[in-house]
């Protein structure tokens, strides 16, 4: 059974960073690409960020504008577990952080497993 | 980037009926790089249909997609009780990957 496990959300200062993480069991996360996908309290929707699957390179990194420059998308295929460094944090930054898998190994593929989230909360 | 609009925002309708949403893209999307999510209070998105109009694993039929080029449509055909919930399309074509607002489907 697929399972994406986030953690690391909590209380930051603006200004501040976070390291989330995104512990992946039930597949070979070597095999797939992954991403980060964000919701804000009673929003919608809003991609972060992908990393593709490039042999044992880490992959090809993709982001949202709203977070280019001070968001960074990794993986550890050893360990099975994706990341999200954020630094440089706002107050719009807070919102529910979900993993999700990417069907395939490349980016252009739809969203097939996510998990529950980890809650990142901006403020002084 | 492609921004997606959703209508209408919110549906009302009773069990049993027939929903229609839609889904419009500012620019075709290409190879129906399309999917919808369902989203439930409380809970993480689930992938409901993938490549414009194909149900993904475990999906019952009542659920089904069409479309392409810029103009897309997830219909439940029969509501049940638990259908009621937010509904999501994203493109998946070309970063950056948008989610558009979303269309809640609520029991009159």
């Known amino acids: 059974e697929v399972q994406l496990l986030e953690s690391g959300g909590g209380l930051v200062q603006p200004g501040g960073s976070l390291r989330l993480s995104c512990a992946a069991s039930g597949f070979t996360l070597r095999s797939y690409a992954m991403n980060w996908v964000r919701q804000a309290p009673g929003k919608g929707l809003e991609w972060v960020s992908s990393i593709s699957n490039s042999g044992g390179s880490g992959g090809n990194t993709y982001y949202a504008d709203s977070v280019k420059g001070r968001f960074t998308i990794s993986r550890d295929n050893s360990k099975n577990t994706l990341y999200l460094q954020m630094n440089s944090l706002r107050a719009e930054d807070t919102a529910l952080y979900y993993c999700a898998k990417h069907w395939a190994s490349t980016v252009t593929t739809h969203f097939d497993y996510w998990g529950q989230g980890t809650l990142v909360t901006v403020s002084s | 980037e492609i921004v997606l609009t959703q209508s209408p925002g919110t549906l009302s309708l009773s069990p049993g009926e027939r929903a229609t949403l839609s889904c419009r893209a500012s620019q075709s999307v290409s190879s129906s790089y399309l999917a919808w999510y369902q989203q439930k209070p409380g809970q993480a998105p689930r992938l409901l249909i993938y490549?414009?109009?194909s149900r993904a694993t475990g999906i019952p039929d009542r659920f089904s997609g069409s479309g392409s080029g810029t103009d897309f449509t997830l219909t439940i055909s029969r509501l049940e009780p638990e259908d009621f919930a937010v509904y999501y399309c994203q493109h998946y074509g070309s970063s950056p990957f948008t989610f558009g607002p979303g269309t809640k489907v609520d029991i009159k």
């Open positions: 490549g414009a109009s």
